[in-house]
């Protein structure tokens, strides 16, 4: 099956879609890449989801214009996709959407908001649509995340040694080949709201970690910022914007600014933050005793971040999911390909080691494309394991 993974992570500046031909051998899970199409938001939709995300309020007239725009951004992804990547034949599109809250109090997630109306996607394509996959984790008692767990375990799977695999987005999280998984804390998230906010809107992020490079951490507001609570809340937890975002850093800073007080240069401060995602990325990595990451994510794009994370962690082989050849920045949407393939087949999405979840779940609401509804035969079994195969790239 032809599947189109659409996703636009914590730092919601782009559609990532990527498509993958899948198909279960046996019991394993064969997944042959077929590339990648990275579609920004533009500006108007970037700036109206930044300002709609916590600890914003927001009107209900403003919620349902982004669920259409977003949805209309995610169908236009998806139509790119089928045209440059599978020659128009793709059979599925699987959507993540945009998440704009995750509801999560006293160590449960209580329930989660995914905007993207998958209507516009099956209006666009002409193809069936499985989108809003955490509620079913949530509705199970599960904490919705990560939900690219189970991919992570299929894929581990066979690997020597103790390996984890690792996402640095907005937020950083790991899972481990036992079936632990967790959000180790921010990952470009607090950097993205610094640079941002230094640049008085005209940097999105610390491209290259350039910034970070010329300045020093500043041990004040690092030891604030290590003491927040979730980290040393146990397994499974998930956490997100609606705690690490500008407010909460401008907080941390004592209220005389980001730095603590005045003066601080913005270097530092960016130093301090990179330096804040490595040592809690370490920490969740040694918690679970790794002998190998890999890693995967747009954080994986910051050679001072995975430089610090490398040095934290001298004892364990850290490596781009592309060694393994898993393009890393695609991963995620991939994952999400592969959870719509399950869906489509009956199969479970989840494993309850690792969202904390009651029973294994089928993900996801299918929204059917023009023609008749006709899914594949329900599959007798789920896959144990997931291979990627030879890459088969459109020119």
């Not at 490079?213 to 690092?222: D, H, I, K, S």
Request: net charge negative.
């Amino acid at each position: 099956m032809l599947v189109i993974g659409l996703m636009s992570g914590t730092s919601y500046d782009a559609v990532d879609a990527a498509a993958a031909e899948l198909r279960l051998d046996g019991d394993t899970l064969v997944l042959e890449p077929r590339g990648m199409v990275s579609t920004p938001y533009d500006d108007g939709l970037r700036e109206a989801l930044g300002a709609a995300l916590p600890p914003a309020a927001v009107p209900l007239a403003e919620v349902c214009r982004l669920d259409t725009r977003i949805g209309q951004a995610f169908a236009a992804a998806a139509v790119r996709a089928d045209h440059e990547l599978c020659d128009r034949r793709a059979e599925l599109v699987a959507s993540h959407g945009q998440t704009v809250y995750h509801w999560a109090d006293g160590g449960r997630v209580h329930g989660t908001l995914q905007l993207g109306q998958p209507a516009w996607i099956a209006e666009a394509t002409g193809l069936p649509v499985v989108a809003d996959f955490r509620p079913r984790d949530v509705a199970a008692g599960g904490q919705g995340a990560p939900l690219v767990s189970l991919f992570d375990l299929l894929w581990l799977r066979g690997r020597p040694g103790r390996p984890v695999a690792l996402n640095i987005g907005g937020i950083a999280n790991l899972t481990a080949p036992d079936g632990t998984a967790f959000d180790t804390g921010p990952g470009c998230a607090l950097l993205d709201a610094a640079a941002r906010a230094f640049s008085s809107g005209r940097l999105a992020y610390d491209a290259d970690g350039a910034l970070a490079a010329r300045g020093v951490p500043y041990r004040p507001l690092l030891d604030r910022l290590l003491a927040e609570p979730y980290y040393a809340r146990p397994a499974p937890k998930t956490t997100g914007k609606e705690l690490f975002h500008s407010g909460y850093l401008r907080a941390a800073g004592g209220g005389g600014g980001y730095g603590g007080v005045d003066g601080v240069p913005a270097e530092d401060v960016l130093a301090t933050l990179t330096l804040l995602t490595a040592r809690t990325v370490a920490d969740g990595v040694r918690s679970v005793g790794a002998t190998e990451v890999l890693a995967s994510g747009g954080g994986t794009r910051n050679p001072v971040l995975m430089d610090l994370l490398r040095s934290l962690l001298p004892e364990v082989a850290v490596r781009s999911s592309d060694e393994v050849g898993l393009p890393a920045a695609a991963k995620e949407a991939y994952a999400f390909a592969v959870l719509g393939f399950l869906t489509a087949h009956g199969l479970a999405g989840t494993d309850p080691r690792s969202t904390g979840a009651r029973r294994p779940s089928v993900l996801g609401s299918l929204t059917p494309g023009r023609g008749p509804l006709r899914l594949p035969p329900v599959a007798e079994q789920g896959p144990a394991r997931l291979v990627v195969g030879a890459a088969q790239m459109q020119p």
